[in-house]
């Protein structure tokens, strides 16, 4: 089984910065398949663009752009890659400010997804930062990573404590239909919880209200969409659920803070 040092993916490297706390690439993956293989270090597989698959002992991921995965370090793993065009952004973290990080009680074990809208917001701006690469890049992405470790560890804390069974349902209502407009009586009725109820709760399990919280699934499915050129913004902004343009753009500026149209700019750089 291969062996990758820092700073090596399969496939075309476009950009390598690397950093005291951390190694960033942004690769092209050129291979159909890749045997199964491992890595020196902990590090993250952010899908810009395209389509690959990736399975370990005990899952497969079926991912595409936006897709957010973590593998600890020395976990095995292969990959097939769809036809077409796909692009990884992968940050690998160096070891002792990784172990750093990780004093006290560590939830930060194996491999899996990372399904946080609020994690992967976060994985754009790192992506930003990265094209910026500027003197101020090293530290505001080591700021942007405890950040992104910080809230990794709170989210796993929170999922392994007890939750009613609505949570996970209306997660999985909301995600799989983002721009469906539902209201607090519709999902109430589905869920067979009052709306009080409901509404009170929410932010105990997600973080923030109902209403923000459609609106950040809703600019997350934007950025999945925005490296395909044969959609407008407008489309984008209808498919995800948008009343118009204006509303799209200004909901994207505010968790991204770039305009729609200058985050494409950004993406294509590489193309």
């Not at 993956?29 to 890749?34: A, C, Q, S």
């Not at 500027?134 to 700021?143: S, V």
Request: aromatic share 12%; net charge positive; charged share 25%.
């Amino acid at each position: 089984m291969e062996n990758l040092k820092t700073g090596k993916f399969f496939g075309q490297t476009n950009q390598t910065i690397n950093l005291d706390f951390a190694t960033i690439t942004d690769t092209e993956y050129t291979h159909d398949k890749v045997d199964w293989h491992y890595h020196d270090t902990a590090y993250f597989t952010f899908i810009l663009d395209g389509k690959v698959i990736e399975g370990n002992k005990k899952e497969v991921y079926n991912c595409t752009a936006g897709t957010l995965l973590f593998h600890n370090w020395q976990d095995p793993h292969y990959n097939i890659k769809p036809k077409g065009y796909t692009r990884g952004f992968h940050i690998e973290l160096e070891q002792a400010w990784f172990n750093g990080f990780k004093q006290g009680d560590n939830k930060l074990q194996g491999s899996f997804e990372v399904t946080s809208p609020d994690v992967k917001f976060l994985f754009y701006k790192l992506f930003k930062e990265t094209k910026i690469n500027d003197g101020l890049t090293p530290m505001n992405t080591e700021a942007l990573l405890l950040q992104v470790l910080g809230q990794m560890q709170g989210s796993r804390a929170a999922n392994a404590a007890q939750k009613p069974a609505w949570v996970s349902k209306i997660r999985e209502i909301l995600h799989d239909n983002v721009a469906r407009k539902f209201t607090l009586t519709d999902l109430s009725a589905i869920l067979d919880v009052h709306p009080a109820h409901l509404s009170r709760d929410f932010s105990r399990y997600f973080g923030c209200n109902l209403g923000e919280y459609i609106r950040k699934i809703r600019v997350q499915r934007s950025l999945y969409l925005m490296p395909d050129k044969r959609l407008s913004l407008t489309d984008i902004a209808i498919a995800c659920g948008f009343a118009d343009q204006s509303h799209f753009t200004r909901s994207f500026k505010a968790f991204n803070g770039v305009n729609a149209m200058q985050y494409r700019r950004l993406l294509s750089r590489q193309r």
